[in-house]
């Protein structure tokens, strides 16, 4: 059954639209269940209503016209328990609903489970059949798990659907179709979709018309050729060692290669406007399908062979697509994983957003977004990727939100909410350069989190009074190899400068977890708890004390160095560190540079240094919360994952009364605290934060002004008495709303859109 059940979702995945898909899953579920029906209702847009999708059992007539309420029929009695309804004779049943026409009365056991997405109930699965006969435990488990399975694919296959295919990509109804994500870059922007994929991974590759189909039939004509030749020169090289028949794959692929039904109907996939390598994911696919399908183990194995061929053939393709990429004027960069480097490839002049599959607000990309002004929706699971190169899309960045292709009322909507907005960023402009202080007085500097070097200009005219957090790892992970010392010492030198006298923290290098290094893989089961940050340069004092010099020869002259540790867990990290830094300091000193100890500080971002925070305050001179870090370790809640992303909240109780007491301990040793986690940029987080007596607050430079207003327009008794307020609510939803309603209240309103 597994393995019936694993080649049913790997069809799923490969439907078309939902049609296919709902098609394939009557078909299959009816085959393993051993019932006479199985039928698939859905529910409409409105929540309330179940209609008949599709049915292998029932009049092709009823599809579509048996629509259920929630409180009509069976299905609604599944729909409003969300839970299995297992009976033996249905007809008898006080909630049986008869529909004339559909056949149903001849049948009376009813198997009817939920499918539900995300906790809503979206669908209904059924099985019927003529025998009075409860359907057995079996049975019942494997719909449900089927149905568990379901959801995800269903809503999947019900974007894809709609974007099916060339020609229909503009289809005339007026409906939107909206991706849901979690919002990653606050803004709202309008521009073109440009899918990145992975090299070789062939699934990802989108649909793209080619531009000139004797171009693209050119190109595949010599990559076909290309892996001729090399399964040739393969096959030759294994004479000696492999069996004849084993060599025989060998002309298997060769055969193919040469077949009509292979590269044949390629070209007749290009001909019809797909580029290459999309006309060659179609063939794959097809072939996958009618391979999964065999009933022979061996031959079911071969569909590796396959996606082995077509991964060959890509490679060619892509080495001569890889110099072609085109950028339109607004990009919108989408993929599977959108990584750092994919958005580095963009030209900055034309990337207008970013949405990815995977990932959510606190992965690195969405800072990087941030960082750059640039609006980005994260954890779109529901994205069908593959279909939507080349379509106008819009991102929400403030709710998570994709259009794809939106009808011109939504576009419309959006380019009042972009007026709006641009006119309420030009009033935030003006208090660029008024100080950043609350009604009575108390000055809390804002600093800015940056680690791009392309361009300094925005952070340091955005009246930032210091940078809070320079990420080292961005300019490492840029490269090919670790930089070397005097490089690196020419990136600092360029933050130390622009900023000085104003202070400028540079964070030592803070690798693993999601941030990896292409010349240093990792491999770990669990990254986040494994070999990250000060754990890996403590292990590699040679990085550490080239970083460390770096940092120190970079900051003559000028004074106004800070460094900071990251992911400091105990008290001998920050002994070993604290020796590896003063022996860096002494040995400069040996050198004859005359330069003054830097001030150093430590990143409160795991538990532990929480329950610590005061010995590790003795040590050094400033405490900087990591409220992203502190928040996924405190909750157990991945920052990345986008299935519990719902779960992770800065402003859950926990972490808030985790920040008190760091304050409080650091206070006790005349420490002051900043906060460098997304969290300080969030204006309705803000109040708190100056609540407790954070000393600064660090974030990207686009909620800088959003930040700065909340301060001006409160008090410290009055941040204080939100604080006291907020220490006595139990729940996350409740801290928030209630936050939201104090803003309102104070008339700053307008600055929610930019919360979480
Ligand atoms: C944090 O964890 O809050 C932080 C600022 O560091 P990073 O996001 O780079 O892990
Ligand atoms: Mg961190």
Wanted: glycine content about 8%; charged content about 25%; overall charge negative.
């Amino acid at each position: 059954m597994l393995d019936t059940l694993r080649r049913l979702i790997q069809e799923l995945n490969l439907a078309r639209n939902l049609d296919q898909a709902l098609g394939l899953i009557v078909r299959r579920v009816k085959e393993i269940s051993g019932a006479e029906v199985c039928s698939v209702f859905l529910a409409e847009p409105d929540g309330r209503h179940y209609v008949l999708k599709a049915s292998d059992g029932l009049g092709p007539e009823s599809i579509g016209r048996i629509r259920l309420g929630r409180d009509e029929g069976l299905v609604g009695l599944v729909a409003r328990r969300a839970e299995p309804v297992n009976l033996e004779d249905a007809p008898l049943h006080p909630q049986f609903r008869y529909f004339p026409d559909s056949g149903e009365e001849r049948y009376h056991a009813f198997l009817g489970v939920p499918i539900i997405h995300h906790r809503e109930v979206v669908g209904v699965l059924v099985v019927q059949r003529t025998e009075a006969r409860v359907f057995d435990e079996e049975s019942v488990t494997l719909l449900v798990t089927v149905a568990a399975q379901l959801a995800g694919a269903i809503a999947h296959a019900e974007l894809s659907g709609e974007l099916n295919g060339y020609g229909d990509a503009h289809p005339a109804e007026e409906t939107s179709r909206v991706a849901r994500g979690q919002p990653g870059a606050p803004g709202v922007t309008f521009g073109t979709a440009r899918v990145r994929y992975p090299f070789a991974d062939i699934h990802a590759i989108p649909d793209r018309p080619g531009e000139d189909v004797d171009h693209e039939l050119a190109e595949f004509d010599a990559a076909v050729k290309a892996v001729r030749a090399e399964i040739a020169q393969l096959s030759q090289r294994m004479t000696d060692s492999l069996p004849a028949e084993e060599r025989a794959l060998f002309d298997v692929y060769a055969l193919m290669l040469d077949s009509d039904s292979f590269t044949g109907v390629t070209r007749e996939r290009i001909r019809a406007g797909n580029w290459a390598p999309g006309a060659l994911r179609q063939t794959i696919e097809e072939h996958e399908e009618v391979f999964r399908n065999m009933e022979n183990d061996y031959l079911r194995e071969r569909v590796e062979d396959i996606r082995d061929l077509g991964r060959r053939l890509l490679m060619h393709l892509q080495t001569e697509k890889a110099e072609e990429h085109t950028y339109p004027d607004k990009t919108i960069l989408v993929g599977e994983e959108v990584t750092a480097t994919m958005l580095a490839e963009v030209p900055q002049d034309r990337l207008v957003g970013v949405v990815s599959v995977r990932g959510s607000r606190t992965s690195h990309v969405a800072i990087l977004a941030r960082a750059l002004g640039i609006p980005a929706v994260m954890g779109v699971t529901e994205l069908p990727v593959g279909r939507i190169d080349d379509a106008e899309l819009i991102v929400d960045g403030y709710a998570g939100r994709v259009f794809i292709e939106p009808p011109p009322h939504v576009t419309a909507e959006y380019r009042r909410l972009a007026d709006e907005e641009a006119s309420f960023s030009a009033e935030l402009h003006e208090l660029r350069d008024l100080p950043s202080a609350t009604l009575d007085g108390t000055h809390i500097p804002l600093y800015v989190n940056t680690g791009l070097l392309a361009d300094l200009t925005p952070t340091t005219e955005s009246g930032a009074e210091g940078v809070g957090l320079y990420r080292t790892e961005f300019p490492f992970m840029i490269r090919n190899r670790f930089p070397g010392e005097e490089e690196q010492r020419r990136i600092y030198r360029q933050v130390l400068e622009a900023f000085a006298p104003r202070p400028v923290v540079l964070r030592t290098l803070d690798v693993g977890g999601d941030k990896a290094l292409p010349y240093f893989p990792i491999e770990e089961d669990n990254p986040f708890l494994g070999w990250r940050g000060i754990r890996i340069t403590l292990d590699h004092p040679e990085i550490f004390l080239v970083q460390v010099r770096a940092m120190m020869r970079a900051s003559e002259g000028l004074g106004n160095l800070n460094i900071l540790l990251p992911m400091i867990s105990d008290v001998a990290e920050l002994h070993d560190s604290l020796a590896l830094i003063h022996q860096a300091h002494d040995e400069l000193l040996e050198e004859g540079l005359a330069l003054p100890m830097p001030r150093v500080g430590v990143m409160i971002e795991v538990p532990s240094a929480v329950y610590q925070a005061g010995s590790l305050a003795r040590r050094v001179d400033f405490l900087s919360i990591g409220t992203n870090d502190l928040t996924q370790y405190l909750l157990a809640v991945d920052r990345n994952n986008p299935r519990v992303a719902d779960l992770y909240d800065s402003l859950h109780p926990a972490v808030i009364r985790a920040m008190l007491q760091v304050v409080e301990s650091a206070r006790v040793h005349g420490k002051p605290v900043s906060v460098c986690g997304e969290m300080a940029g969030d204006p309705a987080a803000a109040i708190l934060l100056v609540g407790m007596g954070i000393e600064s607050l660090s974030m990207s430079v686009a909620s800088l002004p959003r930040v700065k207003w909340v301060i001006r327009n409160l008090s410290r008794e009055r941040a204080n008495e939100i604080l006291s307020n907020v220490l006595v609510m139990e729940e996350v939803d409740d801290i928030r709303a209630y936050l939201h309603r104090t803003l309102e209240e104070a008339g700053m309103g307008g600055l929610l859109r930019a919360g979480k």
